[in-house]
């Protein structure tokens, strides 16, 4: 008999209305708090979500890592006990206060034990990588942020909870109540998606991009337009000073001066050349790589010593360091050239753009390497190509792999790999057996060699003949370790012995390594050079081993690390 039969008993049509109501009734008329199966599994992942990570966290990013854990956690116990319900055929019956007390000082007791022990491993790690410690502030700070994002959490998974009741209610109306309470939340669930990669999405997007424009119009107050012509954006250059970008003018405007190479070097130096494309200078991405390649010929780029191809992150940034060192290096008889291809900063681009990163470092070296094959063999400038984060992704994208880079430069540097990089990716995957996957060795280091901090760059002991590649990634580096796969896949890093800097206490959690991770990454370049995502002083030791320039010495590279530390 239908739930709708018309032909049915009225006490029968009442009960079925009543079990309807029930079914899709609002948490309230149900007398639902929380549930003490959720808040146990709340405060398990609670107190998983304080142990250790990467990097040192702030009560900010700990904070939201804790509310997030808990809402997963809630949801977690709410599933198990409606699981555990459902096999043994019992009904939902009111948790005893007894229980509830009990829970209270049991998590009261959990989380101040939690907390010391947090404060103990964060102390380790910040005295490891040179950071000033917790104030005792932080704790309760942590615990209010903590309380808000678990609420909102929750707030929200409960209004999409009644949403699906609602539309359940309405079609239990035409079909039975157990298909339309399915049929609702599904319902829901895929008009949310679809808002969320449609509309909102499109509007997110939109306005990300209008934001970040502006502020790629903005201009820094360090930087002045060129006065030499070896500078795009100066005397006779191709490109307007304007059209540059914020990164871009930054870029040009930087570096040393051929009077600071010379005192470097007691030589003579030539004033370095420093070719850069915006994102105004050009309609498409293949017009904005042709255009600097003719703004690298005017400046005289191919008749220099070395030229370096760098592809940017995503508003166009170049890591100073990187770009100062191989100039010291050359003692400015080097060119640079780069080219913006977003707005958006490197992380929101290696979220939603990085196929604009691909095309970009494709299209720039494609067209770079194409002028440059023409020339003379003995005329050709040393062609180097570099990139870090987001531009390390970029920069592969234009080779098939390591031999084929070997093939068709002269060196290469890539600074902080994020685990998206193909080509990184597939060497550390069939890395030599007995190195770890933070620190591999691939094919006994013949080409490339992965490197955490200059001693490295021997390793292992075998000949290493030109041209060589580097890649330099620290253990502690989450851009270069966060994958979605964190989720519910132990990696191979925290499976083997742990990085240099990296606690052995460090463990994984499934979703809990996760979120922590992903909070490190907003906060991995806010650590001292060496660890996380900030790389200067052993960019020295790099350029040195890849350019092998004449008559440099260890000395030469030792100074040249006191630069780039700002020592001097």
């Known amino acids: 008999m239908s739930s709708q039969d018309p032909d049915a008993p009225t006490g029968s049509r009442q009960q079925d209305s ?45 904070g939201i890592v804790t509310g997030a854990a808990a809402a997963f956690g809630y949801a977690l116990g709410l599933a ?36 010391a022990w947090y404060g103990d491993w964060q102390s380790d790690l910040r005295s490891l990588m040179g950071v000033n410690g917790l104030a005792w502030h932080a704790y309760p700070i942590i615990v209010a942020i903590a309380v808000v994002v678990f609420a ?3 707030a929200v998974a409960r209004l999409c909870s009644a949403m699906s009741r609602g539309v359940g209610g309405l079609l239990a109306r035409v079909m039975p109540t157990r298909v339309a ?102 309609e498409t991405i293949r017009a904005e790589a042709d255009l600097a390649v003719a703004e690298l010929r005017r400046a005289g780029g191919f008749e220099r010593a070395v030229l370096g191809i760098a592809t940017t992150t995503g508003t166009g940034w170049i890591n100073e360091s990187t ?16 080219m913006q291809y ?33 020339m003379p063999v003995d005329r050709r400038p040393k062609l180097v190509v570099f990139g870090e984060s987001l531009g390390s992704f970029g920069g592969e994208a234009a080779f098939s792999g390591i031999q084929d880079m070997a093939a068709r430069t002269d060196g290469v540097l890539f600074v902080g790999p994020t685990a998206t990089n193909p080509v990184w990716r597939d060497a550390t995957a069939r890395r030599d057996p007995g190195s770890p996957q933070w620190l591999p060795i691939y094919r006994d280091g013949h080409t490339v060699r992965f490197v955490a901090d200059t001693p490295d760059l021997a390793r292992p002991g075998t000949e ?32 083997e012995e742990r990085g240099r800097d990296v606690l052995p206490s460090t463990r994984w ?27 200067q002083a052993d960019i020295a030791d790099a350029w040195a081993a890849i350019l092998s320039p004449a008559g440099w010495t260890v000395a030469d590279t030792e100074r040249l690390r006191q630069i780039l530390r700002g020592d001097e």
């Open 509 to 535: 959690i499934p979703v809990v390594t996760f979120l922590q991770v992903s909070a490190d990454m907003a906060v991995a370049v806010d650590v001292p050079d060496g660890h996380g995502h900030t790389f």
């Open 152 to 154: 909102v959490l929750i």
């Open 18 to 62: 009543s079990a309807r109501a029930e079914e899709f009734a609002p948490p309230a008329s149900r007398g639902r708090g929380l549930s003490f199966s959720g808040a146990v599994g709340a405060s398990v992942l609670v107190w998983l979500s304080l142990t250790p990570s990467l990097l040192p966290r702030g009560p900010l990013f700990q």
């Open 181 to 282: 309470a399915v049929l609702g939340g599904v319902l829901v669930a895929a008009v949310a998606v679809a808002a969320v990669n449609g509309l909102v999405a499109d509007v997110a997007m939109s306005m990300l991009n209008e934001t970040f424009k502006a502020v790629n119009q903005e201009s820094s107050p360090d930087t002045e337009e060129p006065v030499v012509a070896e500078r795009s954006g100066g005397p006779g250059s191709l490109v307007t000073w304007e059209s540059l970008g914020r990164q871009g003018r930054i870029f040009v405007s930087s570096g040393p001066t051929a009077n600071e190479l010379a005192a470097f070097s007691a030589q003579p130096a030539r004033e370095p050349i420093r070719v850069y494309t915006g994102l105004e200078s050009a």
């Open 80 to 115: 198990v006990a409606a699981l555990m319900r459902w096999m043994l055929q019992r009904p939902r019956r009111p948790t005893p206060s007894v229980a509830w007390w009990a829970l209270a000082v049991v998590v009261c007791l959990g989380s101040v034990a939690v907390l």
């Open 464 to 495: 290493w003949p030109a041209p060589r590649v580097v890649y330099l990634q620290h253990a502690s580096d989450p851009i270069t370790w966060w994958t979605p796969g964190l989720l519910f896949q132990k990696p191979d890093w925290l499976r």
């Open 323 to 338: 770009a100062s060192a191989l100039e010291y290096l050359a003692n400015g008889d080097s060119a640079l050239v780069s």
């Open 342 to 374: 977003s707005y958006l900063p490197s992380w929101l681009s290696f979220l939603v753009d990085q196929e604009r990163a691909r095309q970009a470092g494709q299209a720039l070296f494609e067209a770079v390497h194409a002028e440059w094959d023409l």
